[in-house]
């Protein structure tokens, strides 16, 4: 699991103290990510009593690669434990609160990067008040403006960016349709990544010192050999996706996938 800071809310998903929210809470359409059609706020017929579900070991085969990849990044746990003090119901309050906290979670961990840059001082200081927010009651959670967060937190992003690239800026491919591309010859270096869509891509072997990941799709890129330790506002759930290997170099603050080859 990736790195928590001691004393905030969790980066991290426990889905042990949590009540499956994310296989009740989201809608899933057929795909190539989901096998099946499910509306918003009904059970996953894979769930279990105990929250548990059932094809855990079978996911990717059972054609549910996209739970695999899933993060609340602690936000479960945030609503169950902290804003429902516990409770061992699920409930439709917790479900809102659910889709608050979830993008809250997911600024704050990116903050915990951009806290280490440049944009160090201001990075703390919108952490601090982002775990200000996700600590308050379910009542007050319905009120907050989470785009407003993102947009802030956008703007700081774009400043470590921009700090991270001065003077040697890479080719802008932001939101570019890289589905599929032998990216091997590219030079990423320093690259603006940010939602681009890089599902199946060939990444082996390149570096992406410096490059913006922020958002980028990279379910199923096969990052075998690349370099990924210096990339820019990767998250774990991107890394997952990914298809990395021993060789694959990955940020110090995310961990290894388990299920990457050997
Ligand atoms: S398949 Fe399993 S992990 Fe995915 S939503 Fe259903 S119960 Fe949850």
């Known amino acids: 699991m990736g790195t928590s800071i001691t004393g905030s809310a969790p980066r991290a998903a426990d889905c042990s103290r949590c009540l499956a929210l994310c296989c009740v809470v989201p809608a899933f359409a057929a795909s190539a990510d989901f096998a099946i059609d499910k509306p918003a706020h009904t059970p996953c017929p894979h769930l279990g009593a105990d929250h548990a579900c059932r094809i855990h070991d079978r996911l990717r085969e059972r054609g549910f ?7 609340c990044f602690g936000a479960g746990q945030q609503v169950v434990q902290v ?4 409770s061992a119901r699920r409930t439709s309050a917790m479900f ?6 979830r993008p809250l979670h997911e600024v704050l961990a990116l903050l915990d990067e951009a806290a280490r840059s440049s944009a160090g001082h201001d990075a703390r200081d ?5 775990e200000e927010m996700v600590a308050r009651d379910a009542e007050a959670l319905a009120d907050l403006d989470v785009g407003a967060v993102r947009r ?10 921009a700090v ?3 003077g040697a800026p890479g080719p802008d491919l932001r939101g570019v349709d890289l589905v599929g591309a032998d990216l091997r010859r590219r030079d990423l270096r320093a690259a603006r990544l940010r939602g681009a869509l890089l599902v199946g891509a060939d990444l082996r072997g390149v570096d992406l010192d410096r490059a913006e990941l922020l958002g980028a799709d990279l379910r199923g890129a096969d990052v075998r050999g690349a370099r990924l330790a210096g990339a820019l506002l990767l998250t774990a759930p991107q890394l997952t996706a990914a298809r990395g290997d021993a060789t694959t170099t990955v940020p110090a603050h995310l961990d290894r996938p388990t299920h990457w080859f050997p």
């Not at 919108?126 to 982002?130: G, W």
């Open 65 to 71: 690669p996209g739970c695999v990849v899933f993060d």
């Open 83 to 86: 804003t429902f003090g516990g």
């Open 96 to 101: 809102a609160a659910l889709d608050v906290l």
């Open 126 to 130: 919108l952490r601090a008040r982002v």
């Open 152 to 161: 802030e937190a956008g703007a700081l992003f774009d400043e470590l960016v």
């Open 164 to 166: 991270a690239h001065a």
